[in-house]
């Protein structure tokens, strides 16, 4: 299945990874963003989050309360809709894929430098 690399902010990716939900894999960060390698899975999964909690799924008092993260969510949904239109357009910088590896030597995913 081919990976998707995608930069998004960390307020919503955060609020999602901490509900154990399928997001990528971490492939750099900042303060501000992550940049993640992500499946169309991974990709349909986060912006259906998204547009759950940024285009009213959520009541009106968690709306106001959560503000943060429900604008955080829209930033989300406009990151995704401008880097991976319908969800399935590759980088074209793709040069080369290194597998990438957990503590105990087992694979993970992919890196794709470019």
Known sequence: MPAYRVTLGRLFIDDHMGRDLPFGIVVDENKRTYTLLMTVDD?????????HYGDGGM????EREYRDVVQA??????????QVPDQLRPTNRLESIEP????????????TEG
């Open 43 to 51: 990709i349909r999964e986060v912006y259906s989050d998204a547009r």
């Open 59 to 62: 009541d009106w008092d968690y």
């Open 73 to 82: 969510a829209r930033r989300v949904m406009a990151g995704l809709e401008n």
């Open 100 to 111: 990438v590896r957990g503590a105990g030597g087992q694979l993970i995913g992919f890196w």
